[in-house]
């Protein structure tokens, strides 16, 4: 295997080929912060909270440190102005969608985000998409999938999976970095398969 | 007709084609291309079909041929008749008798359908005198009129597939890299990224399976150059993406086609079938041992699929979401294979850089941008349509000379150049050099050639609004920075537009579209922000006057208009109080006439009906509405004569 040479925040890294800048970074001990990384899943890139400045060999520009993979001699800055100016934005921008999360709140802290900028937005989900792509791609069982696109975009329980294979699964709910993920289950409960949902209240 | 199984069995065929052709027999040659289409001129191919039996003549005579798009679309249903190129335009049904017995019997040209110079009111007969194609550079479009779509024959008569010859048997697959590099083409789909050093990227991959893909999901508003390149001449864009096979190693190309494209649709599954037959698709083209395979794949009407990683994705039947790149298609593409993906005029390009050599695009154009581009000029401009230019002309050029200007003595303000992403440039850009640097100086991008042309009356706080709602309904949503700030801009810009703007929203857009430019995920996103930042740039006074002063002064945003009937000028003549669709105009005979404004859905219509010579309906906007005049001072007094 071969071993590439860059820089992080000024420091020497040694790293393998095919890793991920978030990967090198860690092996550091250079914290990158990230929502929709998952170390059991398919890198991502969607936040985008992960987003660092990357110049490799002359090619300069920002790239998502879960997805974009080392090279010879890259050299990476994961607290500059503007990446801190970013993940603020972003931070305001998921806050409008979940005030209360400890998680954004602990990050919002950090680079000076305020919850209260943003107009409030009607879902409690940042569309980190963890759940649906831990039912997909580890558990294999579908159950939750992302619907329509754009500002409209949302996850959904299927109703005919989700009676069958979520009673005794659900390790997806402790992914979930708000509170969505659960309401939007146990709406699904509710709805569509109410029996099985007034038999686990009644039996708690 | 038997498989052509070698140059010389080619070359032999094609002279068999022209020799059975006689230049000087007339023929009639109808745009059948989806804007003509939509304005009957399938109905003109029939009368004129029929006329031609009824008046006693036949294919032995004349020829009618249906085409695809010559690009005045202004003015279809198009006919030209050869071989004196008399264009006719806006031809309905009711002229084919007299085109027949007038123009083809005889030779007489019918003055009220030719185009007619609004310099100087003399009529024009020839089709590449009108001002608008004379001052275009036709190389792509301007087979277009010259074949019908669905005849392989009429392609091969105009020099087609030689191209193809001239790769297959005299270039090796680096040698057509290289010249397609030589000719400095650049990418027509929107990034301009330059198309023979992609080419040699997927050349290079190691695997023995590697794809060629054409992107038609050409999705910009407005926009319809690579639809009318697919539909009037698909075997160009075939040829040239078999030619790309080879080129790269490919024996496998696919053609993505929005869903909204039936006709090209169409039109491109037969030119395959055509092709196969012919041994021009298919295994050991031309005896060369080179096998290619073409199929076509219906979009399902997602915008963001025009980015070329979503565009994989979904041919591969997966959720049309952008991946990060790198990995980039030429390494990891369709099936995670070596992928070589081009919009369709870059293919289209590609024959004639093999046919007349790489210098053919190189020589034209300007130092970073060479070769013709073809633009849909569209908006407020009097000759709509595609216009193929030479790169560096000048935006000026584009919109006066062949557009003619802006229709109904109104002001130009802005054109708006690459789709939704684009930017609006204003008045004092309109001498800059179209191409690719150039636009992105001025904040505007060249995009896949949507140019949309703004006047006096269009607010560009409505423009910005327009974009983000379409970007926002086609976004895909996997990338926060995308779907939030647009979510977030739209809905702030909503708010300006309805007179809740607030001090500081402006440097909140800025902030946001800036964050949204640099932070997503692929190019969509990333130029998402150029119409609320170019329209920033250069109309701020136009956001202040809306934030500060509630005033629209293109009288646009309905919530800060309001229409007010001049006591004093108000003739009592009853029009408007009729034409109102919300019944909100009290107004009896002698009674002036008094707008209800909690009624009035401010559609303009009284302003538009008022009689010019009373002119009493104004409008009014960032200033208070006049008191309604008391009921009891209404009444016309009438002065005796």
Redesign the interface.
């Given at each position: 295997m071969s071993e590439i040479h860059l820089q992080i925040d000024g420091k020497d890294v040694e790293a393998e080929e095919g890793m991920t800048i978030l990967d090198a970074a860690r092996s550091v001990g250079i914290n990158i912060p990230t929502l929709c990384h998952h170390a059991e899943l398919e890198p991502y890139g969607a936040c985008r909270i992960c987003v660092v400045e990357v110049d490799a060999g002359g090619r300069k520009g920002i790239g998502a440190a879960c997805v974009r993979s080392v090279e010879q001699n890259m050299v990476v800055n994961t607290r500059t102005e503007q990446i801190d100016s970013i993940r603020k934005i972003l931070l305001e921008q998921f806050l409008a969608h979940a005030p209360d999360s400890e998680v954004l709140l602990r990050l919002a802290k950090e680079y000076g985000a305020d919850k209260d900028r943003f107009e409030k937005q009607s879902s409690f989900c940042i569309l980190c998409g963890l759940c649906v792509r831990y039912c997909t791609e580890v558990k294999k069982k579908n159950a939750i999938g992302f619907f329509d696109r754009g500002s409209t975009r949302e996850i959904k329980f299927f109703p005919e999976i989700a009676a069958k294979e979520c009673k005794d699964c659900k390790e997806c709910f402790p992914l979930c970095p708000t509170s969505y993920l659960q309401a939007a289950y146990h709406v699904t409960e509710a709805l569509a398969f109410p029996s099985t949902f007034s038999e686990s209240t009644s039996k708690e | 007709m038997p498989r052509i199984n070698s140059p010389a069995e080619l070359e032999e065929f094609r002279k068999d084609i022209i020799s059975k052709r006689d230049p000087n027999k007339p023929c009639i040659a109808v745009c059948t291309g989806t804007g003509c289409l939509a304005l009957g001129a399938g109905k003109v191919v029939a009368a004129l079909k029929e006329e031609i039996e009824k008046q006693g003549l036949n294919t032995e005579v004349v020829d009618t041929r249906e085409t695809g798009c010559p690009g005045f679309c202004e003015r279809g249903p198009i006919v030209v008749i050869y071989p004196e190129e008399i264009c006719y335009l806006q031809v309905q049904p009711d002229d084919a008798a007299e085109i027949i017995s007038q123009t083809i019997v005889s030779k007489k040209v019918i003055e009220r359908l030719l185009y007619v110079d609004p310099s100087n009111d003399e009529t024009i007969a020839r089709e590449s005198e009108i001002p608008f194609y004379k001052n275009q550079m036709r190389h792509l479009i301007g087979n277009n009129i010259k074949i019908d779509p669905k005849s392989i024959e009429d392609y091969l008569a105009v020099g087609g597939y030689s191209a193809l010859v001239k790769a297959l048997i005299e270039e090796t697959p680096e040698q057509v890299v290289q010249l397609v590099k030589d000719s400095n083409l650049r990418g027509r789909g929107g990034a301009g990224f330059p198309a023979g050093i992609k080419w040699g990227f997927a050349a290079a991959g190691k695997e023995k399976k590697k794809y060629v893909v054409v992107n038609a999901d050409e999705g910009d508003p407005g926009a319809f150059m690579d639809r009318a390149l697919l539909e009037g001449n698909p075997f160009g864009v075939l040829e040239g993406l078999t030619i790309g096979g080879y080129a790269i190693g490919a024996s496998e190309g696919y053609l993505y086609v929005r869903q909204e494209y039936p006709l090209a649709v169409e039109n491109v599954t037969l030119a395959i079938k055509q092709a196969e037959e012919y041994g021009l698709i298919g295994k050991n083209i031309l005896g060369s041992g080179f096998d290619f395979k073409v199929t076509v794949h219906r979009g399902a009407g997602?915008f963001?699929c025009g980015e070329e990683t979503a565009l994989l994705a979904s041919l591969e039947g997966k959720?049309g979401e952008p991946?990060?790149r790198?990995p980039f298609p030429a390494v990891k593409g369709l099936f995670g294979k070596p992928t070589n993906i081009n919009n369709v005029e870059t293919w289209s390009n590609i024959p004639l850089i093999l046919k007349n050599g790489p210098e053919y695009i190189s020589s034209i154009g300007t130092e970073n941008s060479k070769g013709t581009k073809i633009f849909s000029l569209v908006g407020k401009v009097t000759n709509t349509g595609l216009v193929e230019v030479p790169m560096g002309i000048s935006l000026r050029d584009i919109i006066f000379k062949i557009g003619g200007g802006v229709p109904g003595g109104k002001k130009f303000k802005a054109v708006q150049t690459g789709g939704p992403s684009g930017g609006c440039i204003p008045e004092e850009h309109l001498d800059i050099k179209v191409d690719f640097d150039e636009l992105a100086k001025v904040g505007a991008i060249m995009g896949s050639g949507g140019m949309i042309v703004m006047d006096e009356d269009t607010c560009m706080i409505d423009v910005s609004k327009y974009f983000l709602n379409f970007?926002?309904?086609?976004?895909?949503?996997?990338?926060?920075?995308c779907?939030?700030?647009?979510?977030?801009m739209?809905?702030i810009i909503t708010r300006i537009s309805e007179g809740k703007g607030r001090e500081g929203d402006i440097e909140f857009l800025e902030?946001?579209a800036i964050?949204t430019k640099?932070?997503?995920?692929c190019a969509l996103g990333g130029s998402a922000p150029n119409p609320v930042l170019s329209t920033i740039r250069y109309f701020r006074d136009e956001y202040e006057a809306h934030i500060r002063d509630k005033r629209c002064s293109a009288f646009v945003c309905k919530d800060l208009i309001a229409y007010h009937i001049d006591p004093e000028k108000c003739k009592a003549c009853m029009i408007c109080s009729r034409k109102c669709p919300a019944d909100a105009i009290d107004g009896a005979k002698k009674q002036i006439h008094v707008i209800v404004q909690e009624k009035c859905t401010k559609c303009g219509t009284c302003y538009e009906v008022c009689p010019s010579g009373f002119g009493a309906v104004t409008r009014l906007s960032g200033e208070p509405v006049p008191a309604p005049i008391p009921e009891e001072e209404r009444t016309i007094v009438g002065k005796s004569k």
């Open positions: - | 997602a963001v959720p991946k990060a790198p970007l926002s309904g086609e976004s895909c949503g996997k990338c926060s920075p779907r939030e700030g647009i979510t977030h739209l809905s902030e946001i964050s640099n932070a997503s995920l």
